[in-house]
């Protein structure tokens, strides 16, 4: 029927279907020939080979597994630059946190002698003393009593003594016999002993303060130095003597403290050259040298406790300051890598390596510091050629 259809048409008509039946017959071949001549190009770029097609444009770069191949023709080659890894002479550092603490040698807490009520107080916190000068009064019941049996022992001693004096004459004129002569010692005896023991009692007393009176004692600075911590008042009852009622501390030689956490311990050293800046001071360093290494972790936070000595003649370094301190390692041969090499992806750092003439392999590094425009890492060998100019064209 389709037959008889296609005869029964004009010569022009069966012309023109001829025609155009051979256009998509031709026109179904070149899109045929395009999408498999593509498939394979793909497929001989995927394992690595280059195009097919001679004079065609080559790909940026071909990756095959972890490694990552640069073909020849890619644009790629004249961007990216390889150098080898370099090995340098460094002295790696670690800042920390601290603070300005008054030297333990050179602080004194003033403690009470005796119970009783602070009728005076000549001082305030943050006041200079000198050595002697007066801090406070207490008037006690108990230096009355120990100056009683102090002034009791006394004339005892001296009863017992004209006691003795005379025993020892009768006795030698045959008047007294032998026994009643012992007693006579050993009552002046016991009564020297007493005497003595409330002596040394008042002595205790007045060690750092003078006695007046029957029940005053003035206390006295010790040292001289700057009233750091006071916990009395005019009227305040002492009733424990181990309890301190101020602090005295020269603040003429100072400590800084630093809190060394233990991973980094290996770069604190005794005598080791230090760094310190304080809060207060910006811009200015002040050097020093480790003077104390606690042996001791403390068991809450895991940091050491790291001191540095300063004198302090003029007061700039103030108690309770914040400070920081940079500590040095000694200098050790170290990998570096300019930082143009470093890739960094979700916080983790790698670089490219070459393993082959324009062949790439990614590799995990972990930084450790920059120093003078150098990265310092761990996780190459020296010599090992790394890219470091362009990375971030594979970096994908």
Known sequence: MALQFFEAMSLRRRVLIVVALALLIILARFLFAGFFGAA??????????????????????????????????????????????????????????????????????????????????TVDLGDNVKKGQPLATIDSGDLAQAVADAEKARASVKLTKSALERATGLNKAGGLAIRELEQAQNDYL??????????????????????????????????????????????????????SMMTISN????????????KDLSFVQKDERVEV????????????????????????????????????????FKLNMFATVRFFAPPTERVVVPPSALMVVNDASSVFVEIAPWTFERRPVR??????????????????????????????
């Open 367 to 396: 930084p450790d510091a920059d120093i003078d425009g150098a990265s310092v890492v761990w996780g190459l060998e020296p010599g090992e050629k790394i890219v470091v100019r362009g990375g971030i064209l594979l970096n994908d």
């Open 277 to 316: 800046s304080l809060v207060a001071y910006p811009g200015e360093v002040f050097p020093g040298k480790v003077a104390i290494i606690s042996q001791l972790l403390e068991a809450d936070t895991r940091r050491n406790k790291v001191r540095i000595l300063f004198d302090n003649p003029s007061g700039i």
């Open 40 to 121: 394979e190009m793909r497929a001989k770029n995927v394992e690595g080979l280059p195009p097919a097609a001679e004079g065609a444009r080559a790909p940026p770069f071909i990756r095959k597994g972890k490694t990552i191949f640069i073909p020849e023709g890619s644009s790629y080659r004249s961007h990216i630059a390889v150098a080898p890894a370099r090995i340098k002479s460094v002295s790696l550092s670690r800042v920390v946190t601290g603070a300005v603490e008054a030297d333990p040698a050179r602080t004194v807490k003033i403690l009470a002698p005796v119970n009783g009520r602070v009728s005076e107080l």
């Open 190 to 243: 016991q009564a020297t002993s007493e005497l003595k023991r409330a002596e040394a009692r008042l002595d205790v007393i007045g060690d750092n303060g003078k006695v007046t009176g029957q029940r005053k004692i003035t206390l006295n600075a010790p040292i001289d130095g700057t009233i750091t911590a006071l916990d009395t008042a005019p009227g305040d009852f002492i009733d424990n003597t181990t309890a």
């Open 251 to 262: 603040l003429d030689r100072v400590w800084v403290t630093a809190s060394v956490q233990e």
